[in-house]
């Protein structure tokens, strides 16, 4: 089997198991299951409305990215199965994003309050920086952040958005510190989010070594040599974490964001057994898993 870093014929083909990914439906189904696992957690209510809202955007983005990226791609034969489906239709697929920009827009004029657009409008003044690094810059973004960073933690804080935004909890108070998207359990489901993109960036070094100059991996070849203790050390921070909270309600949030390190953190210590396409399935598999995983614990509040 071809270590992570080698590029394939194979590899080039694209399995089915990978299509969830190639046509971007597994970034909007993490997100709608960690929306469903925050929102049950804090005994939120939300619509059926609210998670296709939350769905429809992140696809949106995640498409935006893609197109972005599939024009700037300087060896498509090289690249990731997504940017090479993304290049090759590249018309048809920006007709449907936009098409799904118009949704998404509609969804949340519609049927979303002042209390969740406002700052939701904030949050995406991030997601613009990220979109328009990704067109025109080189380096990180604000010559500091790596990208995988600000994505992962604009992921998680729009992940959480709509249900504290709708209770009025979106800034942590000292009466209620464990709510708001600044509250440590959505930090640590950040780190996990974070955890995730730097690990697709490291699996996919060699795909990213012609295609994406700002990847993490290629802007600090040493994070791929030392990936592995990083993972297992974020993992031991928020199992700390998790074990102080285990009398509070956010305990399903640090559990299930310490559980999915702990698997990327298995992953990055064994990557050399799995192909790259391969470690891109797992890698959202350990987001995902967890917070199906806790469903239990967070079931009928």
Known sequence: MPEANQATPAAKRTPPWLWPNVLGLDAPLVAVAWQYLVASAFSIRLRPIDYAALALIVWAIYSIDRLLDSKKLQSPETATARHRFYRRHFKPLAALTLAGCAGALYLVLRHLTAQVILPGV???????LYLFHRAVARGPILFVLPKELLSGFVFAFGTVLIGFAITADLIPNPRSRSLGILSPAVLAFGCLCSLNCAAISVWERAEDADNDPNAAAQLFPALSHHFAPICWGVTAVLAL????????????????????????????SSAAKFSSPTLRLLADVAVLAPAIAFLPLVAGR
């Open 122 to 128: 904030m949050l995406g003044l991030l997601v613009a």
């Open 241 to 268: 974490a998790a074990f102080r909270a285990r009398d509070e309600v956010a305990f399903p949030i640090f559990a299930a964001s310490a559980l999915g390190c702990g698997l990327l953190s298995l992953l990055a």
